[in-house]
T-cell receptor, first 115, second 116 residues
Framework: NAGVMQNPRHLVRRRGQEARLRCSPM?????VYWYRQLPEEGLKFMVYLQKENIIDESGMPKERFSAEFPKEGPSILRIQQVVRGDSAAYFCASSPGTMNTGELFFGEGSRLTVL | AQSVAQPEDQVKVAEGNPLTVKCTYS??????LFWYVQYPNRGLQFLLK??????LVKGSYGFEAEFNKSQTSFHLKKPSALVSDSALYFCAVRPYSGAGSYQLTFGKGTKLSVIP
């Protein structure tokens, strides 16, 4: 079952370190979305990418956060100099094209804990 | 900008009884509406969607939802709850077209507990 694959599932970092979260979309999907879920909160949109292009990063914090989706390989969400407030579950979703009428397919999430 | 409200943080229902999880939304133009379910430490699983057509939408695991345009609501329902339905349920919306039409906006979620 080639669903959306995220790794690592759990990541622990100390303040000031870097966190890299990876996402491989479903087979045949070329659009990737990153969402963040804070405790007791719903999912908040962060960024929407197509291969080699960032389409919308309006939900990304202006500093320390970046995302890419290279021609080859997974999409990567990078958080530099992590702080305790970055502790959250980060979910990746994919779709075959622009969503049209379709739903998003989500991965299991990467849970980041900042000590 | 679109928004979703799930007015109940938690819903408790006895096994075998009908359940309703409420959702209201705000969006410019016509909406696309979705329900997702999340089990502990898992990702979101798609349950059902409203695009157009019949206001009553049927989805996975016996769930259905009713779209009410005048009340801007999209409540999730099931005639007979199972203990295994206990999970976190999210309503989501995105506009049919225009700015943000690819951004799925989620409610805060409703925790459903089905009591044996």
């Amino acid at each position: 079952n080639a669903g959306v694959m995220q790794n690592p599932r759990h990541l622990v970092r100390r303040r000031g370190q870097e966190a890299r979260l990876r996402c491989s979309p479903m087979k045949g999907h070329s659009h990737v979305y990153w969402y963040r879920q804070l405790p007791e909160e719903g999912l908040k949109f962060m960024v929407y990418l197509q291969k080699e292009n960032i389409i919308d990063e309006s939900g990304m914090p202006k500093e320390r956060f970046s995302a890419e989706f290279p021609k080859e390989g997974p999409s990567i969400l990078r958080i530099q100099q992590v702080v305790r407030g970055d502790s959250a579950a980060y979910f990746c979703a994919s779709s075959p094209g622009t969503m049209n009428t379709g739903e998003l397919f989500f991965g299991e999430g990467s849970r980041l804990t900042v000590l | 900008a679109q928004s979703v409200a799930q007015p109940e943080d938690q819903v408790k229902v006895a096994e075998g009884n009908p359940l309703t999880v409420k959702c209201t939304y705000s969006v410019s133009g016509n909406p696309y509406l979705f329900w997702y379910v999340q089990y502990p430490n898992r990702g979101l699983q798609f349950l059902l969607k409203y695009i157009t057509g019949d206001n009553l939408v049927k989805g996975s695991y016996g769930f259905e939802a009713e779209f009410n345009k005048s009340q801007t609501s999209f409540h999730l329902k099931k005639p007979s709850a199972l203990v295994s339905d206990s999970a976190l349920y999210f309503c989501a919306v995105r506009p049919y077209s225009g700015a943000g039409s690819y951004q799925l906006t989620f409610g805060k979620g409703t925790k459903l507990s089905v009591i044996p």
